[in-house]
């Protein structure tokens, strides 16, 4: 059974950085779409970053771009997400998650498969 475990999520200040993993134990892992989404107290579920299943394609919220950047190595079956510039507001537990294909967009229901989330805070 294919499970999706995120680390490296903690605390750090203002303007910081932080790199998530996302392992999954999939061997056709290197085939699908991955996402990150966070959610925020009292908050719904948001996107972030996909990268489709080559690793060149990839697409972000807006509100994050130009700070993160989503990657992935099929060889480890991991994606990651570098975070720099860190911003009270990005304060969230982040999700990874599984699209059941190659392609995906920024809409949750895109996606099969999620992890367990971890916790990012950003002190100001």
């Known amino acids: 059974q294919v499970q999706l475990v995120e680390s490296g999520g903690g605390l750090v200040q203002a303007g910081g950085s932080l790199r998530l993993s996302c392992a999954t134990s999939?061997?056709?892992?290197?085939?699908?779409?991955m996402g990150w989404f966070r959610q925020a107290p009292g908050k719904e579920r948001e996107f972030v970053a996909v990268?489709?299943?080559?690793?060149?394609?990839?697409y972000y919220a807006d509100s994050v771009k130009g700070r993160f950047t989503i990657s992935r190595d099929n060889t480890k079956n991991t994606v990651y997400l570098q975070m720099n510039s860190l911003q009270a507001e990005d304060t969230a537990v982040y999700y990874c998650?599984?699209?059941?294909?190659?392609?995906?967009?920024?809409?949750?229901?895109?996606?099969?498969?999620w992890g367990q989330g971890t916790q990012v805070t950003v002190s100001s």
């Open positions: 999939g061997r056709t892992f290197s085939s699908y779409a």
């Open positions: 998650a599984k699209a059941p294909s190659s392609y995906a967009g920024s809409r949750a229901h895109e996606y099969d498969l």
């Open positions: 990268i489709r299943w080559g690793g060149t394609s990839t």
